[in-house]
């Protein structure tokens, strides 16, 4: 087996379900069996930075003990499916990671994303290069701090967040001085989110027919998005196998719109995702609780900027800054993880952090573990905590 890679064999409770959040849903974490190091006490304060033109709040865990402390800043998945927006500071997951991270000495921050909670700004959809940005200025808010170690600090980052830390560590090598990916994804976010519709559907149980229409669906939706659209031979092909339908008229618009705008485009693709987001076989795109309410808070004059956004982001392939990452890693996954391919996963990880020469990483796969992975999972808070002792004992 690669030195790098383990596969965790536990007998312990695993916590984790295989559900489509991509932030985990507050659920109740067990207390933490007492321990000689995670006796220390903590402490928290509020605290607030700047990112461009929006005041980030949050919180600022603290160890009961003087400083400096190295640090970590928690980076959020996507939107949540329950919120319609990203986790936040008041995130249980996120509370509870914070002060149990801090009883074993690393001061935590967590953050209300823009818009949402106690931050200024509007929640909506970011870019990922907005997000590495934002991530920075609260990286960059620890530093400036007297109590926080300067050459200490790093990112952990779940689902999402996995590429956001990653996409840092590449861009300002200088600063972050390791990242801690969770459930993160090794292949490109296109691909990523075809998995993760014919994954779910799989799992539930959807007969073949209903997984083939979910799943050229998601394809369109992501040509829909581009403005070269990269799937157009296959999704055609699937189209004609399936016969009419719904998906027949989004590959319509998709590939032959005419001549209309771009406002006129997005109204007629709101009207066909209305016309099925109660279908059995569109439960795991998310119509009606992301992409409906999303899109019709787009004004008009933003249409065309927005759907250069997304492409851009869509086409992000991890392969173009893990091959750039040199600081030291761990990457923890859920061997039956719906969201993102594992065993694909891991082993892009293994290949592009080799690339890039990074001697100092290590990749922790955790049988029957699926996306959401809590601190109650022994062979999660084993593997971190290992690790981070490891790293600054």
């Keep these: 087996m690669n030195p790098h890679i383990r596969l965790l064999i536990l007998v312990s409770l695993i916590l984790t379900s295989a559900c489509a959040n991509t932030a985990p849903t507050p659920a109740p974490t067990p207390t933490p069996t007492p321990t000689p190091a995670n006796l220390r006490t903590w402490t928290e304060e509020p605290v607030s930075f ?26 959020s998945g996507s939107v949540n499916t329950d919120t319609g927006v990203r986790s936040g500071a008041s995130s249980s ?35 990922l290069d907005q997000r590495r940005e934002e991530a920075i200025a609260a990286l960059h808010y620890l530093q400036a701090r007297p109590d926080i170690r300067s050459d200490r600090v790093g990112l952990w980052g779940n689902s999402q967040g996995g590429w956001v830390i990653a996409m840092a560590a590449a861009a300002y090598p200088q600063d972050v001085a390791f990242i801690i990916s969770v459930s993160g994804s090794g292949v490109p976010v296109a691909e990523q989110q075809v998995y993760s519709i014919e994954a779910q559907s799989r799992a539930a149980g959807m ?157 922790v796969v955790i049988p029957g573990a699926g996306h959401n992975i809590y601190l109650a999972n022994a062979g999660y808070s084993v593997a971190l905590f290992d690790w981070l002792e490891r790293m600054y004992r």
Excluded at 60 to 71: K, W
Excluded at 210 to 239: H, M, S, Y
Aim: net charge negative; with cysteine; glycine share 8%.
């Design 207 to 363: 007969p073949d027919g209903d997984i083939a229409k979910a799943t050229l669906f998601g394809r369109l939706l992501i040509d829909w998005q581009l403005t070269e659209p990269v799937q157009r031979q296959a999704n055609e092909a699937a189209v004609l196998a399936l016969g009419d339908g719904a998906w027949a008229d989004f590959a319509r618009l998709v590939y032959e719109p005419g001549e209309i705008s771009p406002a006129q485009g997005l109204q007629r693709g709101l009207d066909i995702f209305k016309s099925v987001q109660d279908e059995p076989w569109a439960r795991f795109l998310y119509l009606k609780e992301l992409y409906i309410p999303q899109l019709e808070s787009v004004p008009p004059e933003q249409v065309a900027a927005l759907r250069a956004m997304t492409g851009q982001s869509l086409l992000n392939d991890p392969q173009q800054y893990f091959t750039r990452v040199r600081c030291p890693v761990l990457a923890v996954f859920g061997e039956d993880d719906l969201l993102q391919p594992t065993a694909k996963s891991a082993a892009l990880y293994e290949q592009y952090l080799t690339a890039a020469g990074n001697e100092d990483f290590e990749i």
């Design 50 to 75: 700047l990112f461009g033109s929006d005041t980030l709040r949050g919180l600022l865990t603290l160890p009961g003990r003087e400083g400096p402390h190295p640090a970590i800043v928690l980076v």
């Design 93 to 127: 997951y996120f509370t509870d990671h914070a002060r149990t991270i801090a009883r074993r000495g690393f001061a935590v921050l967590r953050y209300d994303p823009p818009g949402v909670g106690q931050s200024t700004g509007q929640a909506g959809f970011e870019s």
